[in-house]
T-cell receptor, first 116, second 113 residues
């Protein structure tokens, strides 16, 4: 079974509008972390936001917020006031604390395109 | 700038050849991770080293090997290259404690012709 599922291969959003990128995860580990990374066309992976499984509040970082619904095992990324520079691939990832290492498992990604 | 340095940025080689990708982690980070990103497989974890020791292994082929040296830089060796090995190879590092977020290098784009 897929550990991280991103069901939206591609999305369009109008500049200045908000957009939600979906992410669901699967783990039996009670302690885990969820991450979002951005990959622009230049290729680098840029960390955006982190949510720990025991965090009581949804994480926020500037225009990025994470809508964490633990019971539903979802960790959607919300980008407010979209900008042209937000056009990129977005990856959701999970770190499970019961694995030997601390590697992240990534979803397949969502390509976001911001329209002017 | 993530602080993780990868060289070379681009590599073009032929099938059957062997290449070495190099990574220098962020100052002070003991963990190094290697990932492969291809169009059909997405981002796949290959292997992790912690302070010179192999910590975890993912979907790494037997033709591939890695090591982490005493100065904490790491090398990923790819041998008997096939067309399907063409991909973007990322190195990432992390510190101890905290969220465990990974800091990624800019990647090495490998093209096997």
């Amino acid at each position: 079974a897929q550990k991280i599922t991103q069901t939206q291969p591609g999305m369009f959003v109008q500049e200045k509008e908000a957009v939600t990128l979906d992410c669901t995860y699967d783990t039996s580990d009670p302690s885990y972390g969820l991450f979002w990374y951005k990959q622009p066309s230049s290729g680098e992976m840029i960390f955006l936001i982190y949510q720990g499984s025991y965090d009581q509040q949804n994480a926020t970082e500037g225009r990025y917020s994470l809508n964490f619904q633990k019971a539903r095992k979802s960790a959607n990324l919300v980008i407010s006031a979209s900008q042209l520079g937000d056009s990129a691939m977005y990856f959701c990832a999970m770190r499970e604390n019961n694995n030997a290492g601390n590697m992240l498992t990534f979803g397949g990604g969502t390509r976001l395109m911001v329209k002017p | 700038d993530s602080g993780v340095t990868q060289t070379p940025k681009h590599l073009i080689t032929a099938t059957g050849q062997r290449v070495t990708l190099r990574c220098s982690p962020r100052s002070g980070d003991l963990s190094v991770y290697w990932y492969q990103q291809s169009l059909d497989q997405g981002l796949q974890f290959l292997i992790q080293y912690y302070n010179g020791e192999e910590r975890a292994k993912g979907n790494i082929l037997e033709r591939f090997s890695a090591q982490q040296f005493p100065d904490l830089h790491s090398e990923l060796n790819l041998s008997s290259l096939e067309l399907g090995d063409s991909a973007l190879y990322f190195c990432a590092s992390s510190g101890t404690g905290g969220s465990g977020k990974l800091f990624f290098g800019s990647g090495t784009q490998l093209s096997v012709l």
